[in-house]
Nanobody, 123 residues
Framework: QVQLVESGGGLVQAGDALRLSCTASGRTLSIYTMGWFRQAPGKEREFVAG????????YYADAVKGRFIISRDNAKNTVSLQMNSLKYEDTAVYYCAASLQLASSTARDFGSWGQGTQVTVSS
């Protein structure tokens, strides 16, 4: 019963930066963790970054560690993903997700999902 809407995707060149945003509505008080996942053509959906809703503890996939930053604004019910030094390999549909569990990086633990936003990085 949490609705999520992503925005901010687009076409950029390698080395550029992009910021994705996700707005949550509905039963937002039930959220323990907000996360970002991505899925490239022909690939499985993979975890990108997560953040605890109350404490702001963050964790990242190795592929994006040091380049991406996840943050949240509880007052605005939003979570963002700042993507720096983008690579061609980052090209994928990015999904925002909400979970009732803490510190999860597995898709099955996230019960609410956004519609996805396309990020394309040219080489």
């Amino acid at each position: 019963q949490v609705q999520l809407v992503e925005s901010g995707g687009g076409l950029v060149q390698a080395g550029d930066a992009l910021r994705l945003s996700c707005t949550a509505s509905g039963r937002t008080l039930s959220i323990y963790t907000m996360g970002w996942f991505r899925q490239a053509p022909g690939k499985e959906r993979e975890f990108v970054a997560g953040i605890s809703w109350s404490g702001g503890m963050t964790y990242y996939a190795d592929a994006v560690k040091g380049r991406f930053i996840i943050s949240r604004d509880n007052a605005k019910n939003t979570v963002s993903l700042q993507m720096n030094s983008l690579k061609y390999e980052d090209t994928a549909v990015y999904y925002c997700a909400a979970s009732l569990q803490l510190a999860s990086s597995t898709a099955r633990d996230f019960g609410s999902w956004g519609q996805g936003t396309q990020v394309t990085v040219s080489s």
